[in-house]
C-alpha cells in the first residue's frame, strides 16, 4: 500500500509564498506520476500541477509562472513551490501519485487572505 503525507499549506497574505511537500512511502514503483490537485468549496477537484518520474511537467494555465513541481526520487518526494499567491488560489492541496493505481494524500488547506 502506498501513503502520500502533505506538509506546507497554511496563511498567507496576497502575494505572498508557500511550499507544500509530499513524501511518498510503501511500494512504489520507479515509474509514476506525481502531482498537486486543489479543490475549492463549491468546485470540482482539478489538476494544478504534476511531473514524471523523469521530470516532464504540466501545469494548469491558472498557475503557469507562478507555481514550480519538483520532485526527488531518491526519497519519493513532490513539492509544490507557490510563488504570487492570488485568494483564488484558496483551496485543499491534494498529493497524488500515479502508477498502477491512483493515490491520494489527505490534503492541506491553503488559504491567501488579507
Known amino acids: 500500500q502506498v501513503q502520500l503525507v502533505e506538509t506546507g499549506g497554511g496563511l498567507v497574505q496576497p502575494g505572498g509564498s508557500l511550499r507544500l511537500s509530499c513524501a511518498a512511502s510503501?511500494?512504489?514503483?520507479?515509474?509514476?506520476?506525481m502531482g498537486w490537485y486543489r479543490q475549492a468549496p463549491g468546485k470540482q477537484r482539478e489538476l494544478v500541477a504534476a511531473?514524471?518520474?523523469?521530470?516532464?511537467?504540466n501545469y494548469a494555465d491558472s498557475v503557469k509562472g507562478r507555481f514550480t513541481i519538483s520532485r526527488v526520487n531518491a526519497n519519493n518526494t513532490v513539492y509544490l513551490q507557490m510563488n504570487s499567491l492570488k485568494p483564488e488560489d484558496t483551496a485543499v492541496y491534494y498529493c497524488?501519485?500515479?502508477?498502477?493505481?491512483?493515490?491520494w494524500g489527505q490534503g492541506t488547506q491553503v488559504t491567501v487572505s488579507s
Open positions: 510503501g511500494r512504489l514503483f520507479r515509474i509514476n506520476v
Open positions: 497524488n501519485l500515479k502508477e498502477f493505481a491512483n493515490y
Open positions: 511531473i514524471t518520474s523523469v521530470g516532464s511537467t
